[in-house]
């Protein structure tokens, strides 16, 4: 699963994979964690996510980010998928305005879907502030890509 089990009832959905599952299954959670960008784009994403994507978006982002939500590892820990090995790269590698907007459509508190009629807003305003940040539109990031690999015990 790729940034799709924290909106899941995790504690169910490895109760049911550990149904669906092979005895020597295993369970991977993909992911990623950004380390740096140069110029500094995701503080564009956020400030002009604050003022426009949905309050209770909003909300629900940061009870997802705050501590009362529980780790991945948790839950995977309390299930049938207890033994977990964690494997990753970390590369660095440029992007440009369009794949940080198209990012920014697919998280969901600034999907299409949540923004409605404020989408067309939402994208120019954060391409001014993209390019304000790089008049070419090229950004550099640093980024770890990993796999949660969860066996069963």
Avoid: Y
Wanted: glycine fraction near 6%; hydrophobic fraction near 40%.
């Amino acid at each position: 699963m790729g940034r799709s089990f924290h909106w899941m009832d995790r504690a169910a959905t490895l109760a049911m994979l550990d149904k669906l599952t092979e005895p020597e299954g295993t369970v991977v959670l993909f992911g990623d964690r950004h380390i740096s960008a140069s110029p500094a784009w995701r503080e564009a994403v956020d400030s002009v996510s604050e003022h426009l994507s949905p309050e209770e978006m909003r909300s629900e982002r940061q009870f997802r980010r705050g501590p009362d939500f529980g780790k991945h590892e948790e839950f995977l820990l309390r299930s049938a998928f207890r033994n977990l090995e964690r494997i990753g790269i970390v590369v660095e590698r440029t992007i440009d305005a369009d794949e940080i907007v198209g990012r920014a459509f697919s998280m969901s508190v600034t999907s299409p879907q949540a923004l409605g009629g404020r989408t067309m807003q939402f994208e120019q305003t954060l391409r001014n502030e993209l390019a304000a940040l790089s008049p070419d539109g090229k950004f550099t990031e640093i980024v770890e890509s990993n796999a949660l690999i969860a066996f069963r015990d």
